[in-house]
Every structure is written in C-alpha cells, then in structure tokens.
C-alpha cells in the first residue's frame, strides 16, 4: 500500500490578524494603523541607533502580551517585515539577540528574541550569533529603574563581530540594552544599533518604566 503523501496544490493556510480575528498576514492593515506610534530612546554614546515598531502602551501592550506570554506567532510576519525596513539600507556583520532569564525561557517554552532575530536574519541575510550570557539576578519584569540599572549583566562568549545588530522584543529603560552594549564593545564591536518591537515611550511614578506582563491583557477591552 502506498503511504505518499497527496498532491493538494490547492490547499493553504489560512492567517488571521492577532488583534481583530479578521482574515490577514498575522496582522491586518486596520490594526497595524491602530498600533501606537514607536519612540525609540536615545541610548547614546551606548547605542548608536535604536529602531521600533510601536508604542509599548495601550493596543501595542496587548500585542506584545500576546507575543511575550502567550505563544501566539503570526503577527512576528509582518512585524519583523516592518522593522527591516526601519532599518533602511544600513549594514551589519552580525546580528545578536538578547538572551532571555533561564526561569523565563522554562517557563515560557521559547525565546522570543531569537525568534525575531532569526526572521530578521534571512531579510538581511546576516548570521544570528548567540554570544551573550546572561548573568544577572533575575527578570527585570517589576523593578524599579535604578534596580534594572545596576541588576543586568551580560559576557560575550564569542570574538569581534563589527557592525552589530542586537535583537530584543521590547526597550523600557535601556538598562538591559546597555549591558548587552557594554559586553559587546568590550570583545570589539564597533558600532551597536538596536532592533525592538516596542518602544516604552514615558516613565511611571516610581521613576521606572510601565512594564507589560501577562496580567495586563485583562485590563484591555477585546477586540
């Protein structure tokens, strides 16, 4: 008996956008013009360009909650077509992404970052390198600013790699950014931009930034 698999030249898979269940690439064109505008932070002399898609507040909290903490993929389509296109025409050596807390990635099952650096790899067709570890204390989720300042600490496992690209899913007060920088300067980099999803665009009261974690999806009227 023949186990071949059929020929089904007609079959696709149908998307739908994350947001509004409507039919799309992930992402429909609606929703994307519903997304808050990006305001990336000037972290120089750290970084010395930061680039984002969106707003890390109101619908574009829901989005990254949906993308952070609940596995749901297909809006990273269209999103990491957008911040390739940020980027315009400029080069980079390599691309690095933010290495997750360990207690994160079990808890999660996998590594958002890294998953934005893949796709952002084959539109650049630059290589992903995992050179970073971790060597903080714990997850930045719930810190006050001055505590995410002086709790983030990254080595590079690896040689100079140049024009470096460092891929993370969202930037709130850059503390993890800069430590990400610090180590990469120090095996050679020379010169960091920084790709994210979201942009945190204002600090709360406690002089932190707003942080998005799975609870925050419950305040957010569905759509």
């Not at 002399?45 to 619908?59: K, W």
């Not at 903080?136 to 995410?148: L, P, V």
């Not at 002089?207 to 009227?221: F, H």
Request: hydrophobic share 40%; glycine share 10%.
């Amino acid at each position: 008996m023949s186990h071949a698999r059929p020929n089904l030249p007609g079959v696709f898979i149908w998307q739908r956008c994350e947001l509004c269940g409507s039919s799309g690439d992930g992402l429909c064109r609606g929703c994307r013009l519903l997304l808050p505008p990006s305001e990336p932070p000037d972290l120089r002399p750290d970084i010395d360009r930061v680039a984002a898609v969106f707003g890390y507040h109101g619908l574009g909290s829901h989005l990254l909650v949906q993308l952070k903490f609940q596995n749901r993929r297909q809006a990273l389509r269209p999103l990491t077509r957008a911040l390739v296109s940020a980027l315009g025409s400029q080069d980079f050596d390599a691309i690095v992404p933010v290495p997750p807390h360990r207690g994160r990635l079990r808890a999660r099952g996998y590594d958002l970052p890294h998953l934005v650096a893949r796709r952002m790899a084959s539109g650049l067709d630059v290589p992903v390198f995992s050179r970073l570890c971790r060597v903080d204390d714990g997850s930045q989720i719930g810190r006050s600013r001055e505590d995410r300042l002086a709790g983030v600490r990254f080595v590079n496992n690896g040689s100079s790699m140049g024009r470096v690209l460092v891929v993370d899913d969202v930037v709130t007060t850059g503390a993890t950014a800069r430590a990400c920088a610090a180590a990469l300067r120090a095996a050679g980099a020379t010169a960091i931009t920084l790709a994210v999803l979201a942009a945190t665009p204002h600090r709360d009261t406690n002089g932190g930034d707003s942080v998005v974690t799975p609870a925050t999806v419950s305040s957010i009227p569905a759509a």
